[in-house]
């Protein structure tokens, strides 16, 4: 017989070259990669990932900006006004004692700098709320962010299951191509002996080269799956070549439902969100009932103006002593009485607010029954997989012994190549069953993550 192991090696040179060209460019970078290393590339490649996190930082602005409130306000300014008419008081006559001579009432183009000081004192918890919601936003934003890794790393682990499935499907495809190979050239020792006809060397060969799409296809699944594997860890560009280390094993899991319920309804995305929504929307309400509140607010005004010479007019800008400096300082109470009254926008943002927290909190019970059953749907479809993964372990043993018996019978003339066909394509059917259902397992052990709201266990 000839060796299987250069069989597989002539067979996968063959399909490499047909199906990827030619080999990788001179000096392409070949990257191996394990489970945990794509994962950690594909977290820090991904731009979904980068959009979160200025989306979080952004939200981190947004709360600074409404803890401003707390601080002081400091603004300055200068004026210049121009007095086309420049106001003049008229003579005074005052009879024997002579006359008093009128002046200039105001500069002509005076010149102010102002400096405004404000501290609010207290607005009866506007501040204190808008800081509140602006807390919430940025923690929405950092459970969306941690969301959107989790989901990334189920992903890649996905994508890096389906590529480990193909290979194993290539794994067991060319086996048994090799096999069959095996029989043919049985097949034509027997012939050459006198021993069958040239039937069983030509249904031999038919049933290789019959067999060798199902190869070819394998191989072109291979590249698929690399192609999906490379796009979840964002890797773009011909200049490196990637490898994906890794063997096609079950996942370990406890299956203790309440457990894992209880730890949906604590990590699950959407249970975290939409109580997070809720709590935004309680801030908000509570935002829209201190609009109503009064505001006291402290102020400070220095202002330095330019002064005038009376008899002639003219600005002074540059005597320091015509300069005059103004301080002023007050406690300003506002209250906003139309917000009291109950048809104005305040009172109904207030009912607003209510009517859509009370719709949150419905909707709430509902995603919560949905997780639920998400979870023990799940629980079952992995014990439905673990017993598949029983049987096709069982199947793949008596297949195995039974294709070693026929084997052996078809080499000493015991039976025909087509018995020995059938039992080829039982132990590869066999095998890829078991694959299949190691495959399936894990997928759904993923998607049991998925349902608890975890990248894993």
Known sequence: MTNRKSSLFLLGAVLCGALLGAAPPAGAEVVRLTLDEAIALGLQNSTAIASKRAAVAAAQEDLKAAKAGYYPSLSAGVSYTHLFEQPKSDDIDLGAFGTIPGGYLAASDPIALSVDLGQTITTFGKISSGVKLAEEGVAQAGLALEEEKRKLVVQIKQAFFGYLLAQEVLAINQETFASKEDALEVARTRFRAGVVADFEVLRAESDLESFRSNVISAANNVRIALLNALNALGIEGEDVEVELIGELAQIPVQLDRDRLIAQAMSSKYQILSFRKNIDILKAQDSLNRSMNRPTLVAWGNYKLA????????????????????????????????????????????????????????????SVASGVRLAVESSILKIAEEQAKIASGRKSVELAQRLYDSAVQQYEGGYISSSDLRDAQIALNSAKLGYTQAVFGYNQNVLALADAVGVAGF
């Not at 003219?314 to 002593?321: K, V």
């Open 306 to 365: 330019s002064g005038f010479d009376r008899v002639s007019g003219d600005n002074q800008y540059f005597e320091a002593d015509a300069w005059d400096g103004t301080l002023t300082a007050g406690i300003n109470l506002s209250v906003p009485i139309s917000a009291l009254l109950p048809w104005s926008k305040e009172a109904a943002a207030i009912r607003k607010s209510g009517i859509q927290l009370q719709d949150l909190e419905l909707q709430f019970r």
